[in-house]
């Protein structure tokens, strides 16, 4: 293996090719791997000298930018008294505050706190939990036909929620990327997607399908287990706040709970600190993640209300059945209270406003290109939804020449940059993002 302090170079890069696997890659990989060096702002800086702006704000996460003064001095700080301590029997400051500042933030009625791993064990604990709290209250006599029991959880096509066991069983089973699992997972229920458009009207022929699966399982229907308004790995698409509100409705009516998977939409993304909040609803539970510690480490949490968490802990054992190695990480902590103590001060507000004028301005005339099926824009989240696969190689070449890092995927050509982005640079975003457009679509015509 090449050695320790090197810097970057061929016999790195071949090594990496070789033995490192990357995100739903192949290996060894034949795509090229940017290396990069470093970062401040909104810059990815690369071995070979170049920057690039971030479009993608590291899978959505670095909304602060990188190398905030802010977060790196707490965690310099934290790192002086302690990087790690086990959670199970010990506790510290940094999570208590973390846990009340996570309350102050989130809609009502949330006030009980679990943090883990990542989203996507931040998914497994809350359907422990609500299948927990389910059984809970069925022991205690609660309400339902014999020979049923709530273990079952619905949720609407087109959602991503995660690539672990639990999380992949919520994730679209025809169009999602975990088909080869399916003899693994558990069957659960699905609604259909949310006909496109944030200003859409609720869907009579929707809420009649929907509504039917609820009177034909409702008895078995432990949550339902949303990504609320934006879907966002299973295809970026925005959908109207009068479907979250529907699906709250018959929750409420069937006993079932509401949890809304917020891991990508939580503290800003869509205009709102939480995309819920569109809808006016409050969930029973909600998973926050990635942006949570400003991108610098990994950290999430749940939340739910008083009520769900006095009914499970009613129940068999009285405990929440999870506990990770690395819950409420000291590190982790410090700098995601640092994080939203930005997010608190209510700049966001204002910079995601501004992302998106410039995402609808930059990107209005990118449906003239021809093969460009949609183009989208909410919040901090800009779309070129293309009417044919991406070729991710050479998108990707266009947005470097263009000095942009894009990750595109499936027909999708997106940006979820950082808020701190200037008006000069989210012009660029959106040239980079157009240039992989017309790239991808004039390979197409020419094949053609």
Partial sequence: MPGAGAGWSAELASFDREHVWHPYAPLPDPQEHLPVVGAKGVRLQLADGRTLIDGMASWWCAIHGYRHPRLDRALAEQLGRMAHVMFGGLTHEGAVRLAARLIELAPDGLDRVFF?????????????????????????????????????????????????????????????????????????????RPPAGFAAALQERWREQTDALFSRHGEEIAAVVVEPIVQGAGGMRFYAPAYLAHLRALCDRYGALLVVDEIATGFGRSGRLFACEHAGVSPDVMCVGKAL???????????????????????????????PTFMANPLACAV??????????????????RIERALARGLGGADAIEGVADVRVLGAIGVIELDREVDVARATRAAVQAGVWLRPFGNLIYAMPPYIIDEDDLAALCEGMLAAARACCAQSRAVA
Avoid: N
């Fill in 293 to 323: 510690t400003g991108g610098y480490l990994s950290l999430a949490a749940l939340l739910c209300s008083e009520e769900v968490a006095a009914g499970l802990s009613a129940g068999e054992g009285g405990a929440l059945m999870h506990g």
């Fill in 116 to 192: 883990a791993d990542s989203g996507s064990v931040a998914i497994e604990v809350a359907i422990k939990l609500c299948l927990q709290y389910q059984q809970a209250l069925s022991a205690r006599g609660g309400r339902r036909r014999p020979g049923t029991q709530r273990t079952r959880l619905l949720t609407i096509r087109g959602g991503y929620h995660g690539d672990t066991t639990g999380a992949m069983a919520l994730c679209d089973p025809v169009a999602g990327m975990h088909h080869l699992f399916r003899p693994l997972l558990p069957e659960h229920i699905f609604a259909p």
């Fill in 336 to 353: 995601a209270g640092a994080s939203l103590e930005l997010i608190a001060a209510g700049d966001w507000r204002h910079d995601v406003a």
